[in-house]
């Protein structure tokens, strides 16, 4: 390996920063040098990137978002687009490739590897936390940490009002940040992708908890089967007569913000260890962490399973709420 190219692509996700500056720190290490190309696989096709030094990652480990810029690609869809891509890699003469995002992007790498026999190394970069064979994303710690500030705030105003707050987090298509949240900020329901929801329970159950209760927090996963945080407030609102319903989505700000201790950990971990793994001629790898243990796993699994999460929670949740 003389030469390591890296991207991050899709949504940006703190922590970010801090791979990349593990990445390009570890090839300097090593006597390698480090490529980093400007908006994701974009950015590879449309040749814009720039060998990097100390200097471009000094004083970066501590912001969100990527200095690479992200972006999602359509191009990279077609074989034209992954052939100028690819181009733009060989006239660089660039010996690898580490990705930094999620599914979407770890499949784009795949293809290109197996088109061009390129060298690949995937670190999960999402908030979302659904990537399989991973504890953690990079990322997902702090998004939890921003939402559960806000929840935390929200019920403050919730108690002063004696209302009940449908809370909308992101989670398309995984309810990681809603559940991990529910718990974590003592919220007395949580609606999820991975569960089927009964809207008539959900009365039944907002009237049992807030009886001589100040407020109620329903934390509600964006991709929820009945809908956001809005529907849902709909759908029950004609059989909670009296109450004060309202409804709040944070949206972006869960994507934005300083990397918490732990992303920043993981992701130096995982940055490094992803050169290691290219310098040791590994490819086709994810990489991921189980308790202090770094691991890896095929990156074709990970494209092909689902990370879940522990639904052992919402029994806790349920164990917990206040009757």
């Known amino acids: 390996m003389k030469k390591i190219a890296f991207l991050t692509s899709g949504g940006d996700s703190p922590g970010m920063n801090a791979a990349i500056r593990a990445i390009v720190k570890t090839c300097l290490h090593y006597n390698i040098t480090p490529f980093g190309i400007y908006d994701g696989y974009q950015g590879m096709i449309e040749g814009r990137g720039k060998e990097m030094t100390y200097a471009d990652v000094d004083n970066i480990i501590q912001y969100g978002g990527t200095i690479l810029g992200t972006a999602r690609s359509a191009d990279f869809k077609t074989a034209e687009g992954r052939k100028r891509a690819y181009e733009f890699l060989n006239q660089n003469q660039v010996d690898g490739l580490i990705v ?32 399989y064979g991973t504890e953690y994303t990079i990322g997902f710690d702090t998004a939890l940490n921003t939402v559960i500030d806000a929840v935390d705030k929200i019920r403050d105003t919730a108690s002063s009002h004696h209302r009940i707050f449908f809370v909308e987090v992101m989670g398309r298509d ?37 009886k001589g209760r100040r407020s109620t927090i329903i934390i509600v996963a964006e991709g929820d089967d009945e809908g956001n945080a809005l529907d849902i407030l709909t759908k029950v609102k004609p059989h909670l007569d009296g109450y004060d319903l309202r409804h709040s989505v944070l949206g972006h700000i869960q994507r934005g913000g300083s990397p918490s201790a732990l992303d920043r950990k993981i992701a130096t971990r995982m940055g490094s260890y992803a050169v290691e793994l290219l310098i040791q001629n590994k490819t086709g790898l994810t990489v991921g962490v189980r308790g202090e243990q770094l691991t890896t796993c095929q990156i074709s699994e990970a494209i092909k399973e689902h990370g879940a999460p522990d639904l052992a929670y919402l029994k806790l949740i349920e164990l917990l709420r206040t009757k």
Not at 109 to 118: D, F, H, M, P, V
Request: proline share 6%; hydrophobic share 40%.
């Open 100 to 131: 930094v995002g999620g599914d979407g992007t770890f499949t784009g790498a795949t293809i290109l590897s197996q088109e061009n026999n390129i060298p690949i190394i995937g670190l999960p970069g999402t908030i979302d936390n659904d990537i």
């Open 174 to 210: 995984a309810g990681f940040i809603a559940l991990h949240t529910a718990l974590a900020s003592g919220a007395d329901s949580v609606l999820i992708p991975e569960t089927i929801t009964d809207i008539p329970k959900l009365v039944e159950e907002i009237k049992s908890h807030n």
